[in-house]
């Protein structure tokens, strides 16, 4: 079956700071991987996907980027946290199908940047 | 993505069904309609996924009318562990881009 696991869980970094935030895969090869964040009360927000090693889509502009190094391996970074990127991170993978909307997300990491 | 409303909070109690229902005036042709369940504090978990009439499987039924301009998602005979958030999404499935774009969704609150 397959897993997806994020860490840390939790975190609390002070504005400036940078972020790194990694997701893995398992029991599946070539997946669509996702990033999203979720702000408090409020709904999910699509932050960077991707189909391939080294194929990153960025939604919207901001100071955060995303990397694939492996096929199934998804990283969030930032090299200076905002006070608005405060959040509930949420890595999802999906299968490579032309026919559903089904994503598979992991715990979460929920960040708060003081 | 079209544009989705659904009611903001639901109460029912055990036993009972729920429906809940999506307005999304302005989907388009190659739309298709799914729905997601949240618990405080994880992430969303897929549902159930249509694109007209009637979809069924072992957690729950959509129904979707002919003008696919709204959609009803059932819970047949809720137990406590279904309170949660429930999210309507409306995406095109003719590109590869299969981004969750959730609203505020409708929380649904189920008493004893």
């Known amino acids: 079956s397959q897993t997806i696991h994020q860490w840390p869980a939790t975190l609390v970094q002070p504005v400036g700071s940078p972020l790194s935030l990694e997701c893995t895969v398992e029991?599946?090869?070539?997946?669509?991987l996702y990033w999203y964040r979720q702000a408090a009360g409020r709904g999910l927000q699509l932050l960077f996907y991707s189909v391939g090693i080294g194929q990153i889509s960025s939604e919207v502009p901001q100071n955060l980027s995303a990397s694939r190094p492996q096929d199934r391996q998804f990283i969030l970074s930032s090299k200076k946290l905002l006070l608005s990127d405060s959040g509930f991170y949420l890595c999802?993978?999906?299968?490579?199908?032309?026919?559903?909307?089904?994503?598979?997300f992991g715990p979460g990491t929920r960040l708060t940047v003081t | 993505l079209a544009k989705t409303t659904q009611p903001i909070s639901m109460d029912s109690y055990e036993g009972q069904e729920v429906n809940i229902t999506c307005s999304h005036n302005n989907i388009a042709t190659n739309d298709y309609i799914t729905w997601y369940q949240q618990f405080p504090s994880q992430g969303p978990r897929f549902i159930i996924q249509g694109y007209k009439t009637k979809v069924t499987n072992e957690v729950a039924s959509l129904f979707i009318p002919a003008d696919r301009k709204s959609s009803t998602l059932s819970l047949p005979r809720v137990s406590l562990s279904d309170t949660a958030v429930y999210y309507c999404?409306?995406?095109?499935?003719?590109?590869?881009?299969?981004?969750?774009?959730f609203g505020s969704g409708t929380r649904l609150q189920v008493q004893p």
């Open positions: 029991g599946t090869s070539n997946p669509n």
């Open positions: 999802a993978w999906s299968k490579q199908t032309a026919d559903s909307y089904e994503q598979y």
């Open positions: 999404l409306v995406g095109r499935m003719d590109t590869g881009r299969r981004a969750l774009t």
